[in-house]
């Protein structure tokens, strides 16, 4: 990123002094080739901050919700049928 922002930056005064067309393409494609990588460095980002999160979880629920074994559903939504439990 830090080469496209020196070439960016060197072809856009390029073309400010001596007005060649291949100096502002060249420009143009270098700050799009900054953005692009700018894009794709902040979902890098967001998805290792999402990867970090979810390894913060304490040890032994981690096991649990890797073996199933982990309720997560509130405690009054556990039965969702509509034929009432028989209880013995």
């Known amino acids: 990123m830090v080469v ?44 290792h901050a999402r990867a970090w999160r979810d390894e913060t979880e304490p040890p032994d629920r981690t096991w649990q919700r890797l073996a199933g074994t982990l309720d997560l559903e509130p405690p009054g939504r556990r039965n969702r049928s509509i034929i009432p439990e028989r209880t013995f």
């Open 4 to 47: 496209c922002g020196l070439m960016f930056a060197y072809n856009t005064t390029a073309w400010l002094f001596r007005r060649e067309p291949h100096l502002a393409t060249n420009a143009l494609v270098y700050g799009t080739a900054i953005l692009y990588e700018g894009i794709q460095t902040q979902r890098h980002v967001a998805a």
